[in-house]
């Protein structure tokens, strides 16, 4: 195929036509850069399949080799942009009340890291050594040991969460291959509100890869809040850890004040139905609530981002769904309001291949502008079309799940 063909083609048949050449890092270029690497790419030849490994070595069926090797650079060029942030010859000046010197390099321009510096890595996620991986926990245990720093009022831990951020690009990377879409849509300075489809029926694996998408795709790291229902926040533990990493309450007045100091919010206004669908119903987009995340975006003059994924309703597909269980449930939780329990009959996540596109955003009204009920169902339902549109054109473009 001629470089004139490649140019007069999309951006999206560009990057069919890198998965089925097994391009490495297709899903980081621009349309220029696709052009260019699929211009002088030449079909590999019969040799030996190369020995790449991930996920400790482990064969997992579906995964091939070519995706480890461009899991590997990925995270590879993912780890020498975030150390861009961080000046690795200039250590911080700080020092515990008991004498313990931080001995974590500095941020970029400042004299301090980002435990110790200005309270900017409660939204931006700059890794503290300037990297990510089991190399940089060291000296992350010890001030996790040490308690040498603060967390934020809403519980985030960036320690914690940046050692979850290192765990989970291991599913991000090797085992769902996240390819990530209109990741300029994110805004990098103030608050907005991310509002995605919602699956899984076992796991909030959408919550968490829509928080890596924005970590690892963006130009600048920033945290995503996720918001979640009671059941995250009554476990025993669990609750615990998901506050830990960033995530949320889902209550009106966390949301707002996260908003008012500028940080992005992750929202699922599909709620349990959303995510008990059963696997006949999947990525067909049921509708998100009240609205009331239109309402906080308008108050707070924050945009919304809608966002489609997809992978999240088939990791487990749910073969039914049982209103006995949910039952059950409401017995041991009371506060909870899930009316069905999907059942799914794989334990393990099946390797999906994930796509997240990241969709225009819907800019707010003029200052002072309140949305009444039936505003906010309006503003909901068209942020709901533009999900579901967007899901059907990811379904037709897709070749496999796999």
């Not at 699922?268 to 995510?275: K, L």
Request: some cysteine.
């Amino acid at each position: 195929m001629t470089r004139d063909q490649l140019a007069s083609m999309t951006k999206r048949q560009l990057l069919g036509i890198a998965r089925d050449r097994n391009l490495r890092g297709r899903s980081t270029m621009s349309k220029a850069d696709l052009v260019d690497a699929l211009s002088d790419h030449k079909e590999p030849a019969d040799t030996e399949t190369p020995d790449v490994h991930g996920l400790g070595g482990i064969t997992i069926p579906g995964i091939a080799p070519e995706d480890r090797a461009e899991a590997r650079a990925r995270r590879d060029a993912l780890n020498e942009r975030l150390s861009e942030f961080v000046d690795l010859d200039t250590h911080c000046d700080w020092q515990s009340a008991e004498g313990h010197p931080c001995g974590l390099p500095v941020l970029t321009n400042s004299h301090r890291c980002g435990l110790h510096g200005d309270g900017s890595i409660a939204d931006r996620a700059i890794p503290l050594t300037g990297k990510l991986g089991f190399s940089a926990w060291p000296p992350l245990w010890r001030h996790l040991s040490l308690a040498t720093y603060d967390i934020d009022a809403f519980g985030l831990d960036p320690v914690v969460a940046e050692m979850a951020w290192h765990l989970l690009n291991m599913l991000y990377y090797d085992y769902f291959r996240v390819e990530v879409e209109g990741i300029e849509n994110v805004p990098m300075d103030g608050g907005a509100v991310l509002v995605a489809n919602h699956g899984g029926a076992a796991l909030p694996y959408d919550g968490a890869m829509l928080s890596l998408a924005v970590l690892n795709e963006a130009a600048v790291p920033r945290r995503v809040r996720v918001i979640g229902t009671e059941i995250f926040n009554m476990l025993p533990g669990v609750s615990h850890l998901y506050r830990k990493v960033g995530a949320a309450y889902a209550t009106r007045d966390d949301a707002r004040e996260l908003l008012r100091r500028g940080h992005i919010l992750g929202v699922f206004p599909e709620g349990e139905r959303g995510f008990m669908k059963p696997v006949w119903e999947a990525y067909r987009v049921g509708r998100l609530g009240r609205g009331g995340f239109a309402e906080l975006a308008e108050e707070a003059s924050a945009p919304i981002v809608p966002v489609a994924i997809i992978g999240s309703e088939e990791v487990h597909p749910a073969v039914m769904v049982s209103k006995r269980l949910a039952k059950l449930v409401r017995l041991f939780f009371p506060e909870q309001r899930v009316e069905e329990i999907a059942i799914a009959l794989n334990p393990v996540p099946l390797p999906i291949r994930w796509h997240i596109r990241f969709l225009p955003p819907v800019m707010p009204s003029k200052p002072d502008h309140h949305l009444d009920s039936l505003d906010q169902l309006e503003r909901a339902e068209d942020v709901r079309r533009t999900i579901q549109s967007a899901l059907d054109d990811i379904l037709s473009r897709r070749r496999t799940a796999f």
